[in-house]
């Protein structure tokens, strides 16, 4: 059983929890992430490790509300207890002293797995130049921790309802033409797939290495099921083992997109018997 | 006294039927499909045992399971002293019982099978088991701390035979487990109808009377390293059974859309996941009417026969051999035909087509004829050319085999392995290259059986102590 230490409510759909983990805080890194698995009946789902303390044995997600799992994970509350927990999955990002600066963008909540990535790049002596946006300023979180994370940070809304009006991609736009393609050694993005699909689209005009996260259904997370596999540059990878990283340009997105889809007639099944179980409008609580 | 002088005993010349759900009841539902033998059952079967002195069918036992002695109490009804017996090599008799290939093992050597069917060895074993399940099972005693502790990596059946005889041996010992539970292939390979989970997890539970720790949730490789277990662990040796479970693929076109799954997604969501109590557990599972399975072995079976129960309208085995080269069991293959699965044989797909929104509608196949014996002595398939057609189908499930997982040994520093990634040790001790680490099952043997994965975490176990005794 894993503790839930800390709860906060960025918005009421985007949560975080701190919790406790010693196993997976002592040797996780920047990139890797988790699964978890509510209770007995519970799925697999996997989250980004978003930050850790090693001393305090904690790991901190952060999880948007999307379907039938992480509504219920959202209901849940600090002194409460996850059945499941384990990691780190998957391989670490790379990280190295680049030569110029690095853009690390982070959408919606893309956010939170973008963090640690900047911060080890940070203290890898890299100048990290971090992009974060969201659909609006209610749905932003974290810009403080991001702040300290990266060189600089610039951020936006889609509505413009903070700081300013535009997509990540446009305020990436101004960096690589401020800064020049060339001088720019790495540009990695973490959020939704049309968001990373986006940058992807964006960078590859520039011919811009880029990396992405990619988040593929997945069932054990350890190479056993194939699930997640995906087509990079050809050849089938599996993103829990494999990745979950790879090379933006490389990636088939219109396989990794249906492939995601897969089951969203049983995702929304499984939301509307999670709603209506106690018939008391009590969300599924029960 | 030699057999023909004994009191001329009338030999019964077939088994006792297995009781068994009816084929279409079961064929739509999960629980298991035998049923097991009656008490009285039990005890005629056992009664027809001719115990013969030279104990051939010991032999055909990887495990040498003590038969003529544990067949003699049982028909005596001493049921408490044949499971005793049993377990004296035996560590998961209600496993084995179940699935063994007891009719290319036990009994395969069987005297009585010269003339009439061989004793039912297997169900015997089961029943024993089983009433010692239902009666409470006693912990063995254990010897006394020695000290020592030792790690097992993956719970299968090597690594939990391992850990049982080390514990007993009065190690401390501790299971590592990446899964949240332990059984390995027992919980998420095996259907539920051929391998309650129930019957599994009594025999985990066996073991944590022993005082085994079992920490599910740590993938070795990840949170830590073999070598980081000896180390910093604390660890004085380790045990690798981290089994065959990476998936192969056809490398075909079209594998990678949707409604292609591997044999072990395809059973992992169902056995270990429940996802045929969707929505009531949460892990979907989504299938077409249509199900083309490819492979012909027993892995191949369990996933035709589980779309049925899923509710499949037709579920097909597709296989490049013939019915005589299936490698599954007969029992398995004919489970499956009376159950309704249609093979489609001498055939193998090369394409996998989809719609327009990337969803399997079918498979381009090509027929296949036997041509001549290959070095395993089966009669090569050749392909027969314009013989391509369009099968339509729309799930595909490859079950073609497995191998090893690198996680273990792309982290462990000078373990040597073998081309195909399997971890090379001694199979008369299991030890590697690497001081300290044996390993044992599938992972050192490639895809085998239960009582072999067992036999090897047996051999291992001994030589751990051995090991443990002279550091
Ligand atoms: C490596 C990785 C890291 C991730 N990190 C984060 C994170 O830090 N924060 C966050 O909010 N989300 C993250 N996700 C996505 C998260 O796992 C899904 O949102 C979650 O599983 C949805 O579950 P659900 O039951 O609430 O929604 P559902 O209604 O079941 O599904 C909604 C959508 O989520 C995706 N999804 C569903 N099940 C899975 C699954 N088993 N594995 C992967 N995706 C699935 C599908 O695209 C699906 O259409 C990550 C995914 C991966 C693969
Ligand atoms: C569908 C199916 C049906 C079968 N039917 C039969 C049958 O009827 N009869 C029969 O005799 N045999 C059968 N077999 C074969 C048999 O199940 C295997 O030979 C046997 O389970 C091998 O045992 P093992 O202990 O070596 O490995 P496994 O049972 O594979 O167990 C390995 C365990 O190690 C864990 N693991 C892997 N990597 C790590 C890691 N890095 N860290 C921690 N843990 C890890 C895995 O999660 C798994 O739990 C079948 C196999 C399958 C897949
Ligand atoms: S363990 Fe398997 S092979 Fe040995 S006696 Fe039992 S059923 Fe037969
Ligand atoms: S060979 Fe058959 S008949 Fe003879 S002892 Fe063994 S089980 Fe009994
Ligand atoms: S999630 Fe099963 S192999 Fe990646
Ligand atoms: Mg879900």
């Known amino acids: 059983m894993y503790k839930i230490l800390e709860k906060e409510v960025f918005s009421p759909i985007i949560k975080q929890f701190v919790i406790e983990a010693p196993k997976v805080a002592k040797s996780c890194k920047a990139g890797q992430f988790i699964i978890l698995r509510i209770n007995e009946e519970g799925e697999r789902i996997p989250l980004t490790i978003a930050d850790y303390d090693r001393e305090k044995g904690t790991i901190t997600i952060v999880f948007q509300e999307v379907g039938k799992s992480t509504t219920q994970l959202g209901q849940m509350e600090a002194g409460d207890t996850i059945k499941d927990f384990v990691g780190p999955l998957g391989e670490p990002s790379h990280i190295e002293k680049f030569d110029g600066p690095v853009v690390v963008v982070g959408g919606g909540v893309g956010v939170a797995p973008v963090h640690p990535i900047a911060r080890s790049l940070k203290e890898a002596g890299n100048h990290v130049i971090g992009i974060i946006g969201a659909r609006n300023g209610d749905l932003l979180f974290w810009e403080g921790k991001m702040r300290e994370a990266c060189s600089e940070l610039l951020v936006t809304t889609d509505d413009g309802s903070y700081v300013r009006k535009g997509f990540v991609t446009d305020v990436l736009k101004e960096v690589i033409e401020k800064h020049g393609k060339e001088n720019i050694p790495l540009v990695l993005a973490i959020g939704p797939q049309p968001m990373m699909r986006a940058v992807s689209n964006l960078t590859k005009e520039y011919d811009l290495k880029t990396i992405v996260s990619l988040n593929a259904l997945m069932v054990d997370g350890t190479g056993m099921c194939g699930c997640c596999r995906v087509s990079v540059g050809g050849t089938t990878k599996f993103v829990c083992v494999d990745g979950p990283e790879f090379d933006a340009h490389a990636v088939d997105w219109l396989e990794l997109g249906r492939r995601g889809g897969i089951f969203r007639q049983e995702e929304q099944q499984a939301m509307e018997h999670h709603q209506c179980k106690c018939g008391s409008g009590c969300g599924g609580a029960k | ?471």
């Open chain 2, 1 to 471: 006294m030699t057999d023909e002088k004994k009191p001329k005993k009338e030999i019964k010349p077939t088994k006792n039927p297995m009781p068994a759900q009816d084929p279409m009841e079961r064929a739509r539902n999960f629980n298991e499909v035998a049923l097991g033998y009656s008490e009285a059952t039990v005890i005629d079967e056992a009664k027809r045992c001719l115990q013969c002195k030279k104990e051939p069918c010991r032999q055909g036992c990887p495990v040498e399971v003590e038969i003529p002695s544990f067949i003699k109490l049982v028909a005596e009804g001493d049921f408490a002293g044949a499971i005793a017996r049993i377990k004296n090599k035996n560590a998961l008799p209600a496993v084995c019982g179940r699935v063994c290939p007891q009719e290319a093992q036990c009994e395969k050597y069987c005297t009585l099978g010269k003339k009439y069917e061989p004793v039912g060895i297997g169900r015997i074993e089961r029943f024993c088991a089983d009433w010692e399940l239902a009666h409470g099972v006693k912990t063995p005693e254990v010897a006394p701390a020695t000290g020592k502790k030792v790690a097992i990596v993956g719970s299968g059946p090597a690594g939990l035979t391992c850990a049982a005889d080390l514990a007993k041996k009065g190690h401390k010992v501790t299971v590592f487990e990446a899964l949240h539970v332990a059984g390995g292939v027992l919980m998420y390979g095996i259907p539920e109808f051929r391998l309650p989970k129930a019957v599994v997890q009594a025999e985990v539970q066996n073991l944590r009377n022993l005082g085994v720790e079992i920490d599910v949730n740590s993938v070795v490789g990840k949170f830590t390293t073999v070598d980081e277990l000896m180390e910093d662990g604390g660890f004085d040796a380790v045990f690798i059974g981290t089994g065959a479970g990476l998936p192969y693929f056809m490398n075909i076109p079209g594998e990678n859309s949707c409604g292609v799954y591997s044999a072990n997604e395809f059973l992992t969501r169902t056995n270990l996941m429940k996802a045929y109590k969707f929505p009531d557990c949460d892990t979907p599972i989504k299938l077409g009417r249509k199900v083309a399975v490819l492979g012909g072995g027993n892995v191949a079976m369990d996933a035709a026969r589980t779309a049925l129960r899923l509710g499949a309208e037709e579920s097909w085995i597709v296989y490049r051999r013939s019915h005589e080269e299936l490698p599954a069991r007969k029992e398995e293959a004919e489970h499956a035909e009376e159950e309704g699965v249609k093979f489609a044989l001498l055939t193998s797909p090369v394409e996998i087509i989809s719609n327009e929104d990337g969803w399997v509608t079918g498979m381009k196949c090509i027929k296949y004829e036997l041509g001549e014996p290959d070095a395993s002595g089966r009669r090569r398939p050749v392909a027969i050319e314009g013989s391509e057609y369009l099968m339509e189908v729309d799930t595909v499930v490859v079950a073609i085999g497995q191998g090893p997982n690198p996680l273990v040994p792309r982290t462990t520093k000078g373990l040597e392995l073998t081309k195909k990634g399997n971890i090379v040790a001694d199979p008369e001790t299991g030890a590697t290259s690497k001081p300290g680490v044996f390993a044992g099952g599938d992972v050192v043997t490639g895809a085998a059986t239960v009582i072999l994965a067992m036999g090897a975490g047996r051999t291992a176990a001994n030589s751990i102590h051995e090991y443990l005794s002279n550091k």
